[in-house]
């Protein structure tokens, strides 16, 4: 028997479908379209084993979606542009495009081993000036439509690197990079007006009934939309410059305007500036709040900071009364008005405020078991149900009536209206720097921003950039920068923003269409192949890349170059590969151990880690995401030698559900390895098949066993549970044991069973299922073959086996057939041998059968 080798079964046939061209889609194949596609990934240089998982899962989908009979689109691309490549280009003296593409083809060699049934002939990067060129002329689209503008805006500046900086680049304050204090700085930006479609956005997640409901969940807290009021608060006194109607509020909670204690306003808001410029001491308040984190995350988690302006303004409802003025560093300038009445007895961030600066808290809002003159609020405010009191006119309403009636008495007096309100704002698309896509607009002294002509597309990076200053080199070019105005011929200069990477995800699933078109989306390739079936990525995209998605393909549809609103039809987010970290301590700071430098051994019943090289004892940490910051990573290309790729896809979807973490095991790999070989055992071992009939009755429990299976697999793989359908082929192969290929009387039974399992497992391990498929010597390629399908005669079990209780103890099971009457079946439970022993001296009373379950026998 020929013990299985995968380095050289593998690289056979992945050379056998790369020469008949095998995963080649045409956009006029006849065939019912599925369109599968993983989250492209970014040109890093290595590929790791969540790269393994991810594409693994997508895999597995389109190569059984193929054999069912589909014309299935999987491609892949490049996520190409970004900062990465021009910090390498600053560190290690590379151009960012040399870098990039070496990287890319490194991924692909990677990607290429691990047989993927891809159509490489759709492949592109979206720093290809094929693909940014057309990106850029639908930008131009969107831009004579009005949905991209420009503004002036507030951003977070790096003042070494001089470029503006994400919230989630400032880390303390500081740039993630160079570690300067970030400033922040009002430059004009770039946005795109996704607010215009947030309504749809939102009332639309209703019909992604395949998505899951934690990523519909986020996306609509992330857009959040509320109802409330927006009125305006008269000062008390003069009011400052500017704010002679009042300041303006927003609130979702206008029920507890009586238990107001104090004004709210953000760091940045208007009237802040405008006292922060008169005044030192609300300078560098304000100074303080903008070096903390910029995030909203970090802002929710930060200690509440105040400062009492010294300004009061009028209750509305209350004659005589007045509120403090605070700036408070928890208020966000970007979220309704940048301004707030604070309720602390009925809002968390409110109370702590309140609590630290010693403000009152007055409870307005009576739970159902509390008395009104004993109920009070401690560390925790009270955010549920109740009834309205300490309230004036809305004592005695709910909540909700309470809101309707303090809005129409606001509205009544003019001071303000019932509001929708949204968190999400409009999508700033402006980078200073160079590795993106430009915007193909010029400036002109005379015309101002002029789009750029068509033949003037694509407007491509110039490729002779120094990164030897800070900032953004484009800026620097002594030829790129300077132009013609397209509209009067004068002096002009391009833009030197270039775009956010979200851009150019937001729309490559249509490219993926017809990649080589002359327009930017071939309609009709995209009109057969969109929506996306099924779409595979890291939670850690739930948001921003699958809105930006959303949003931009609203927005070509209404430029009518989609037909769908709706890119993915199906989402699945699948977990982490995570691994033990190893280190030792060097200093403050733990200095990181690749896996493979360690030897684990037991002492004492204890998990030692030491280093090969000199025995050193190492540190054992937590397990997490495999990272190349911590060295946690395990080199695919290491597993594949050793094991081959098939153990590591099968040990990646085996080990856990596949939207869970899994966690690496080298025993895991082993046991998947294991299988492999097993399952070719069984391959190698069968001769040909008699010509008649099977003369064991037992065939017919194997050909049940088959027929089982592949109902099971085909649900697992239906219901994204990949691991339970490799656990049942995991089973399988061990009845299949019981039949040896020496069984003759079971021979057509045996084939039969074979040639169902070498179809089940290709698409988890393809390049197995081809050697077993030839093995027995089957017409073609496995990957050609047909999914079997499983008889439902056959997956109906003829007996089923029946616990047996008396008084509620078990006291035997029956063997009966399963379609059996209930009368049949309570004569033979009363008249087992095991059952009637239990019953002397007793009377039945009742015998309760539920059907395929179980028989209750009550007696006394």
Avoid at 382 to 395: E, T
Avoid at 554 to 563: F, I, T, Y
């Amino acid at each position: 028997m020929a013990r299985y080798n995968p380095k050289d079964v593998e690289p056979k046939w992945r050379d056998a479908w790369a020469r008949k061209d095998v995963f080649r889609v045409a956009n006029d194949d006849p065939r019912p379209k599925y369109y599968v596609l993983e989250m492209f990934p970014y040109p890093s240089g290595r590929i790791h084993m969540g790269h393994v998982r991810n594409y693994a899962m997508g895999d597995v989908v389109a190569r059984y979606r193929r054999a069912q009979g589909h014309a299935v689109l999987h491609p892949m691309g490049w996520d190409a542009f970004g900062m990465p490549a021009e910090n390498a280009a600053m560190e290690r003296g590379v151009h960012p495009k040399g870098w990039t593409y070496d990287n890319i083809a490194a991924m692909r060699d990677q990607l290429k081993l691990l047989g993927l049934s891809i159509d490489w002939s759709r492949e592109f990067a979206t720093c290809d000036p094929e693909y940014y060129g057309q990106q850029q002329a639908w930008f131009l689209k969107l831009l004579e439509r009005g949905l991209v503008y420009r503004k002036e805006a507030t951003v977070n500046w790096d003042p070494v690197d001089m470029t503006v900086l994400a919230n989630e680049q400032v880390i303390d304050g500081r740039g993630w990079r160079s570690g300067a204090v970030v400033e922040k700085k009002k430059l004009t930006q770039w946005f795109m007006r996704i607010t215009d479609y947030a309504d749809d956005l939102i009332d639309s997640l209703a019909t992604l009934d395949r998505w899951p409901d934690k990523v519909r969940t986020m996306q609509e807290n992330w857009i959040g939309r509320s109802t409330g009021l927006q009125f305006f608060f008269d000062f008390d006194g003069v009011a400052p410059k500017g704010f002679d109607k009042g300041l303006e509020v927003y609130t979702t909670r206008p029920d507890t305007l009586f238990g107001a204690s104090f004004v709210g306003v953000a760091p940045d808001h208007p009237l802040a500036e405008q006292l922060a410029a008169a005044d030192p001491k609300v300078a560098a308040f304000v100074a303080e709040c903008r070096r903390g984190g910029t995030s909203e995350a970090d802002i929710e988690g930060a200690e509440k900071l105040g400062y009492d302006t010294g300004l009061r303004v009028k209750h509305p409802f209350v004659e005589g009364e007045t509120l403090p003025v605070w700036i408070a560093n928890f208020i966000l300038m970007d979220y309704g008005t940048g301004a707030i009445f604070a309720c602390p007895a009925h809002d968390q961030r409110d109370l702590d405020f309140a609590r630290k600066y010693g403000l009152p808290v007055k409870p307005v809002v009576l739970p159902a078991d509390a008395h009104p003159a004993t109920f009070m609020v401690g560390s925790e405010a009270y955010v549920g149900p109740g009834k309205i009191f300490n309230s004036g006119f809305l004592d005695g309403m709910t909540v909700e009536q309470a809101k309707a009636e303090a809005v129409a008495k606001i509205e009544a007096a003019g001071k303000g209206e019932g509001a929708t309100v949204y968190r999400l704002r409009d999508w700033g698309v402006s980078r200073q720097r160079y590795w993106g896509c430009p915007i193909p607009v010029v400036h002109c002294k005379a015309c101002g921003v002029v789009p750029a002509s068509a033949d003037q597309l694509p407007v491509i990076l110039p490729d002779d950039v120094s990164f030897e200053q800070p900032g953004n080199p484009l800026l620097r070019h002594p030829t790129w920068r300077f132009t013609t105005c397209p509209s009067c011929g004068g002096e002009a200069e391009r833009e030197t923003d270039t775009l956010d990477t979200f851009m150019d995800s937001s729309w490559y699933f249509a490219r993926f269409a017809n990649p080589d078109a002359a327009e930017p989306i071939d309609k009709a390739a995209a009109d057969k192949w969109l929506p996306v079936d099924q779409y595979i990525g890291g939670i850690e995209h739930a948001v921003l890349h699958l809105l930006y998605a959303r949003f931009i393909t609203r927005a070509l549809k209404d430029e009518g170059m989609l037909s769908v609103k709706e890119p993915f039809a199906g989402l699945f987010t699948q977990g982490m590969v995570t691994h033990e970290t190893y280190f030792r301590q060097a200093g403050d700071r733990p200095e990181w151990v690749e896996p493979a430098a360690i030897d684990l051994i037991a002492e004492g019943g204890t998990r030692i880690a030491k280093l090969k090289t000199t025995g050193e004892t190492i540190s054992i940490g937590d397990v997490e995401k495999m990272s190349k910051s911590k060295k946690n990573v395990v080199a695919p290309e290491d597993i594949f030698e050793t094991y081959g790729v098939d153990a590591a896809r099968l040990f990646v979807m085996s080990d856990s559900p596949p939207e869970r973490d899994v966690q690496w095991s080298t025993g895991g790999v082993e046991g998947a390895g294991r299988f492999v070989g097993r399952v070719w055992a069984e391959f190698d071992s069968q001769g040909a098949a008699p010509a008649g009939p099977d003369t064991d009755p037992r065939g017919e429990e194997l050909r049940r066993a088959a027929h089982k299976t592949i109902k099971a697999v085909t649900e697992s793989i239906e219901g994204f549970r990949f691991n339970s359908g490799i656990a049942r082929l995991y089973e399988f192969l061990n009845v299949l044991k019981a039949f040896p290929a020496t069984d003759t009387g079971v021979a057509q039974a045996r084939a039969e069973a074979l040639s169902i399992l070498a179809r089940l497992i290709a698409p988890f391990t393809p390049h197995l299922a081809e050697e077993c498929w030839t093995r027995l010597g089957e017409d073609g390629m496995a990957v050609d073959a047909p999914w079997p399908k499983a008889d439902p005669a056959l997956v109906v079990d003829s007996e089923v086996v029946l616990p047996v209780q008396v008084n509620g103890k078990r006291r035997g099971e029956l063997r009966v057939p399963a379609d059996a009457d209930e009368a049949t079946v309570r004569e033979k439970a009363l008249a087992d041998p095991n059952v009637s022993v239990h019953l002397e001296g007793l009377s039945v009373r009742k015998v309760i059968v539920v059907p395929g379950r179980i028989i209750n026998i009550v007696a006394g």
